[in-house]
């Protein structure tokens, strides 16, 4: 009896100590949730607003992304207009924002908080431009006031480190024969078996009630963008697979001019593809509109928009004829025109971007070529078009 007692008692702290330790899990030094660390925090006031514009970080490499956050304190009987953050950026592109709220401060305060997680185009010295908030009293909506930020500076740099010695480019392929067509009896074979599963898959899809499938869209530059960061992410440069990186980086520029001006171009060679494109270029010569292609998803019928296709056909031709040799005649890049060949690629998908050019990505996989990356099913856009002050 008294070990078994000894025994409750050694369970019993052991418990006590296991809640102590949960109710503690995330929490700060004084016992508040972590919040993230930001490098940089700016403060403005003017009059009964205060504004802190805070930044998580001011070096970054171009596949990182950077945490902007806006906190907007407001006396009694005064409301603020957030700025439009899309607007102002040149060198960030908009991933997600977020609107965290409203609450009361200790002084009775309205405290608003939004933030946008930026991601950069290309990599350099940068500057996360200023920012005006416009503030008024309720009563009197048509007086507004102005709360300038300054610029804060971001570096952004590139993805090549000191390893460039290190690269090894692989051999080009010997040839190889092609494979024996196989052979089709067992074609004739199944003959009978379909004929008869016929009436069987029409008596079962009539007794069951099929599931209705919901297609996803995407634009076009998004999912170009999903296959870009899925290409960096397995760091083919840094492990020497040159070759490899070539093949996926042409892959991704070739899958999205489909996707986004309806050409051909994963099928075809590079030669047949710039013949296409001035055939086509020339069809259209002496007209200022291009049809896209098949009408775009939340489009009119027939709708026609200027293609900027034409204009950088120079910028392909160069992009394609150098994948070429490095894929097929062993030529070694240096590190500039490793990183301009990204460089081109990120800048070319955001000069041709267009939110009406939409791709059906339902159970879609991507990344330059097949089973590299499957693309997120839900639908989302960078910038939410309900959100004031976005």
Known sequence: MPLRAHYKRAAFLVGVSLL??????????KGTAGKTAFEVEKVYERGPATVRVRLDKTKMTIADTVLLQFEATLQPDYAIQMPRVDKVLENFGIVDWNNLGKKLDDKNNEVTTYQYRLEPFLSGQYEIP??????????????RHELTSEPIAVEVTSLLGDQRANLVIEDIEDVVEMPKAASRWWLWALLPLGIAAVPAVWLLRRS??????????QPAHEVAYARLRALVAENLVEQGRIKEFYERISGILRHYIEDRFDLRAPERTTEEFLAELRFTEEEKRGHSTFSTGPRSVGSPEGEKVECPLFSHKQVLEEFLTHCDLVKFAK?????????????????????TKSEQRQVDVTGRIGAGHEG???LDPRPSGLVPHEAEGA
């Open 130 to 143: 200023a920012f005006t908030f416009q503030f008024h009293n309720v009563s009197d909506p048509n007086t």
């Open 331 to 351: 030529h070694d890049p240096t590190t500039e025109q490793l990183q301009r060949t990204f460089d081109l690629v990120k800048d070319f998908i955001e000069r």
């Open 20 to 29: 102590a330790v949960i109710a503690g899990c995330g929490k700060g030094p």
């Open 208 to 217: 069951r009630r099929a599931r209705q499938l919901v297609r996803i869209f």
């Open 372 to 374: 590299r990356e499957t």
